[in-house]
C-alpha cells in the first residue's frame, strides 16, 4: 500500500470552530498524526452536539438537529455520535486537559516537544493567556 503524503508528521490541534477542525480532517485524511486537544470544561457545542447528555425523547423533537445522531438516537455516548464530530474527527486521535491548570500546560507542552506542526483557531490572545501560545511552544 502507498503511504500518505504527510506520513510522520505529528501535528497538534487546539481547534473549535469549523476552519480548525476541518483543516485538522484534511491533513489527518493525508495522513497525518492529528493529535486533538480537548477541555471537558467547555462544551463545543459545535461539533460534539448541543448539549453532552440528550435523552432519545428531545432529539427526536429536534427535526434536522436530532438527525445529526444515527437513527436520531443519542445513545450511551452522545458527544461521540454527533455528526458533525464524525465528520471532523475523523481519523484524529484526541484526550482532554485542562489548561487552566499548571499540569495541563505542562501535558500540552511535552506534546508540543515532540510534534511538528501546531494548528488552532481560538480568539486572538487566547493560547497566550494559557501559556501555550506560539512563543512558548517554540521554545520547546
Given amino acids: 500500500m502507498a503511504s500518505l503524503p504527510l ?16 483543516a485538522g480532517m484534511v491533513l489527518a485524511d493525508l495522513g497525518a498524526e492529528v493529535i486533538l486537544i480537548e477541555s471537558i470544561q467547555r462544551w463545543q457545542w459545535n ?6 447528555r440528550p435523552s432519545k ?5 429536534l427535526g434536522s438537529i436530532g438527525g445529526a445522531y444515527p437513527n436520531k438516537d443519542p445513545g450511551e455516548r452522545p458527544w461521540n455520535r ?10 484524529k486521535h ?3 486537559v485542562d489548561l487552566m491548570k499548571p499540569e495541563g500546560v505542562e ?5 508540543a516537544s ?3 506542526v501546531l494548528i488552532e483557531n481560538s480568539s486572538p490572545g487566547v493560547m497566550d493567556k494559557l501559556g501555550v501560545g506560539y512563543d512558548d511552544l517554540r521554545m520547546v
Avoid at 506520513?7 to 476541518?22: D, F, H, L, Q
Avoid at 501535558?107 to 506534546?111: E, Q, S
Fill in 82 to 91: 454527533h455528526a458533525m464530530f464524525n465528520s471532523a474527527a475523523r481519523n
Fill in 7 to 22: 506520513e510522520g508528521v505529528r501535528v497538534m490541534a487546539n481547534t473549535y470552530t469549523w476552519a480548525g477542525p476541518y
Fill in 47 to 52: 461539533t460534539r452536539g448541543f448539549m453532552a
Fill in 57 to 61: 425523547a428531545l432529539v427526536e423533537t
Fill in 107 to 111: 501535558i500540552v507542552r511535552r506534546l
Fill in 114 to 116: 515532540i510534534s511538528d
Fill in 94 to 96: 484526541s484526550f482532554t
